[in-house]
């Protein structure tokens, strides 16, 4: 057996995957905090039936078929464990400045603050899934 194939390693690798990429999106945020008509981004939130109907669909969540590369643009490459199927959608923040920027920083950093705690959280619940097998597979009486 694979570890890849237990369902709740799968489920919270993609987890983690979202919020990586949903940091990305925040710092590209804040590094265009100055750009003059550039509007803030967000990733739009999954949901746990999303991630069972993805489960269920492949093998692996999130990879590619093989043979098949996802690019965002044609000169560009996915790095290794990105999600070509997360988007980012225009998320305004409260207010806009009059050069027409969407970007609170205040607003940003929450965000950030907000998606490092998930994080954090979801590697914790990873570990002790590995703690849980390793238990598992530990034979009787070894140390």
Known sequence: MDLTDVPI??????RMGYLTERQRVIAENVANADTPGYMAR??????????LQAQGSSSTPG???????????PGHM?????KPG?????????????DGN?????DQMVKLTDTRMEF?????VYQQANALLKL????PGSS
């Open 9 to 14: 390693l799968s489920m919270l690798k993609g």
């Open 42 to 51: 967000d990733l739009k939130p999954t949901s746990f039936q999303a991630h």
């Open 63 to 73: 990879v590619a078929p093989a043979g098949t590369l996802a690019v965002t643009q």
């Open 78 to 82: 996915q790095p290794p464990g990105s």
């Open 120 to 124: 954090d959280a979801t590697v914790g």
């Open 102 to 106: 969407g970007v609170v920083l205040e």
């Open 86 to 98: 997360m988007k980012a959608v225009k998320a305004p923040d409260s207010e806009e400045t009059l």
């Open 136 to 139: 598992a597979v530990k034979r």
